[in-house]
């Protein structure tokens, strides 16, 4: 809603679903550049540098990309994906398998179990390990939206600057 209309009605959120993480707009444009793995060894398998970047991930915010490095991806292959939400699809993918069910049919979905009751029959231990899986989500979450904010300050404050 605050990407959308700049605001927030809190009146109108009781009657939202629960919107899916791969489908929460980011203020940045192009936040992310996803790459297959298999693409990064075939076309940059001479380029440690971009082979470190995506050594771990398939993706990567494009903020931590110096402008040769971006171009040199952008003009070496096609079968890049840029895209500009909230979070990356590795984080809404994870977010969703712990928090619901709405696109792995074996997902934790914490927050189905815990808003219908349905942990009762967990242990002590069982409780605890939810608990920092909840907050692991919860971290993921104010990360993406601090980086928002502060995006969307730096943004103001240019404006601002500039008038």
């Known amino acids: 809603m605050l990407q959308k209309e700049n605001k927030i009605d809190v009146n109108n959120l009781k009657y ?3 919107p ?6 980011s203020f940045i444009k192009n936040k992310y550049l996803e790459i ?3 693409v990064v060894f ?3 398998q001479n380029d440690n540098k ?3 970047i995506f050594n771990s991930f398939n993706y990567v915010e494009e903020k931590f990309l110096s402008k040769t490095t971006l171009n040199s991806i952008l003009k070496a292959t ?3 994906t840029r895209y500009s939400n ?3 699809t590795s984080e809404s993918n994870y977010l969703s398998y712990c928090l619901d069910n709405s696109l792995f049919s074996d997902a ?3 927050r189905n179990i815990y808003l219908h009751g349905a942990s009762k029959h967990f242990s002590d231990e069982d409780h605890r390990i939810n608990y920092l899986r909840i907050l692991n989500c919860m971290l993921i979450i104010i990360a993406n939206i601090n980086d928002e904010l502060i995006y969307k300050i730096d943004t103001l404050e240019k404006i601002e600057t500039n008038n």
């Not at 899916?20 to 707009?25: F, K, P, Q, S, T």
Request: net charge positive; proline share 0%; aromatic share 14%.
């Open 16 to 18: 939202m679903h629960q």
């Open 78 to 80: 096609t079968h890049v």
């Open 50 to 52: 971009i082979l470190k």
């Open 36 to 38: 297959n793995q298999n």
């Open 108 to 110: 934790l979905s914490l």
């Open 86 to 88: 909230l979070f990356s």
């Open 42 to 44: 075939n076309y940059f």
């Open 20 to 25: 899916r993480y791969d489908n929460i707009h």
